[in-house]
Nanobody, 118 residues
């Protein structure tokens, strides 16, 4: 099992920045990839960014150039640096971890609210 705890959300004005953190614990040695998803009210959860165990990163088009995903392996922590935030980035952001043990297993944090508003 993998436990994930997010932090760092809040209220920010358009154009502002936030950094989200996700602390992982449990069977972290077998994690293949970690990432961030978000869900706005009335919408489905959507992919934001991820990073593989090899360090490769992927981003949804609308956040490229504004968001940066990274990790600190020594502290078992995942980060999402969000710059130039827009109102449409408002959502609950969820940390995700993926393990492949006979099959794909997804683990989720509890989510952290990000609100971009003037």
């Amino acid at each position: 099992q993998v436990q994930l705890v997010e932090s760092g959300g809040g209220l920010v004005q358009p154009g502002g920045s936030l950094r989200l953190s996700c602390a992982a614990s449990g069977s972290i040695f077998s994690i293949n990839a970690m990432g961030w998803y978000r869900q706005a009210p009335g919408r489905q959860r959507e992919f934001v960014a991820d990073i593989t165990s090899g360090g490769s990163t992927n981003y949804r088009d609308s956040v490229k150039g504004r968001f940066t995903i990274s990790r600190d392996n020594a502290k078992n922590t995942l980060f999402l640096q969000m710059n130039n935030l827009r109102p449409e980035d408002t959502a609950v952001y969820y940390c995700n971890a993926v393990r492949y043990v006979l099959a794909r297993h997804d683990y989720w944090g509890q989510g952290t609210q990000v609100t971009v508003s003037s």
